[in-house]
């Protein structure tokens, strides 16, 4: 007694959603002027979408004002709820236009003790988490023989209560949603296959499924013939046979397969390349259409991999494409940091500085004012490149990243006070350090005339410059000067 007043009925329900009290006066109902808000739909009997879940539903109560009500339902969902007599099952169906009809996580009786009506408009089914038995669903789809959707997801109980009948369970089913069912052999899938004979689509996502073939002379080709979309994604498929098993499907166009252990470690270029090359005939992956470029590249791809033993469908790509050699891989990930030395003569510093690239000149010469003790606004920072160019290169920009300078491992940074620079040029000496003269001399005599052309057109030497560098400058000028004539 306790439950029946914890329960409620559908026309009880349906008058609290979609009828205002007003419309509800001694059970007669009175049509408005206006309006097309939901509370007006019902009555004005122009309902079609009826939705009453989590509602505590188990009966649908006066059948005479439920049908008035719903003459026009064309979807009715009672998911969540606590319908489980057939009777009242059979109630639902008398609904003259109904084209879908929910009745998920409703615990319904796994028998059938009671006459269903013909629902000839129904189309779609879904029943998902009702675990019934195969010898009830037979029952009740012949309710629906127009029947186009079939959804029995979660239906945990599917694989272990296999009856031994092949009757067909529906001959109007096109579509199979089994998903999260808990099916672990593809015998299962082929099984049910071939009790919905018309099936073009079935969606198993999520099942612990490994293989997809049958260790028998029962190929795919023959038992899933006549499917063209297939959904096995979060499956648990595990080896490169699977998938030249639903190759052999030959009518398979659409497949979706992501998520699964056998294409886990790989990148998203190569598990479109394996999967399409050895799938000749498939049409669409993962919802992407498959060009013809596309397949083009994947078998040349799919070539060029190193196989212990050759898949079934290699002599037919070697035939069409050729033998061909690996490609080199060529890494052309920008750099994250370098290893360079800093060096202040004039503090003595000299260190190994590993250099993170995306910061900026003036965070580096943050880091540099701490070792050295120059002060950033007295700082001067000069990057000496190991390869591309002789001449040390000033860092005037504070806020230019590191990687726009092309910094390489073994490059060099010099690390000067105001005092210690030329007036004329970017080029740094320091006074009291010959060492500093020797490379720059040594810089200059390996520069190609060139180097020295353009070099002249900025260097004049000045009274303020040490004999040493006045007469490198001088020699720089000279040589510039010839190769310009």
Known sequence: LQNEQCC?????????????????????????????????????????????????????????????????????????????????????????????????HNPLKSEINADLPIAPFL?????????????????????????????LSENRVIEDNLDDSEEPLSLSVGTLHVNRCEIKRWETV?????????????????NPIKTTFIDSKTRNGRAMSGINQ??????????????EALAEITTLRDLRISRIPLLAGLSDEEKIHLVVARMPLLEVLNGSPITKEQREKSERFFIRQDYCFHPQIFPILIARHGQLEQLCKVDLTPKKHANVIAFCEETGFRANVKVYLDQSVCSLMRMLERQTGIAMHRMRLFHISSGSSPFPEQLRFPNQKLSALR???????????????????????????????????ARLDTCDDHAYGDLAAKLQPTKSQPTLLKGALKKAVGRGIQSQQ
């Open 190 to 206: 082929v099984f049910l296959r071939q009790l919905l004979p018309r099936c073009s689509s079935m969606f198993i996502s999520e």
């Open 230 to 243: 297939l959904n096995l994604n979060k499956c648990m498929v595990n080896e490169w046979n699977s998938v």
């Open 8 to 104: 409620s009925t559908v026309v009880e329900e349906l008058e609290k959603k979609y009828l205002c009290d007003e419309d509800v006066d001694n059970e007669v109902l009175f049509y408005t002027i206006a309006g097309t808000s939901p509370c007006k739909l019902a009555s004005e009997r122009g309902l079609r979408l009826l939705v009453l879940n989590h509602k505590c539903i188990d009966r649908v109560g006066d059948e005479t004002r439920f049908i008035s009500l719903g003459e026009n339902i064309t979807e009715a969902d009672f998911a969540w709820n606590s319908l489980s007599e057939w009777s009242e099952v059979g109630t639902l169906l008398r609904l003259p236009n109904l084209h879908t009809l929910n009745l998920s």
């Open 407 to 441: 910094i390489e491992d073994g490059d060099q940074f010099l690390i000067q006070g105001q005092t210690g620079f030329c007036n004329t040029m970017a080029f740094p000496y320091c006074a009291s350090a010959a060492s500093s003269m020797s490379r720059i001399m």
């Open 123 to 151: 189309q779609t089914l879904i029943i998902n988490d009702t675990n019934l038995r195969l010898s009830a669903i037979r029952v009740f789809l012949e309710s629906a023989p127009s029947l186009l959707e079939l959804h």
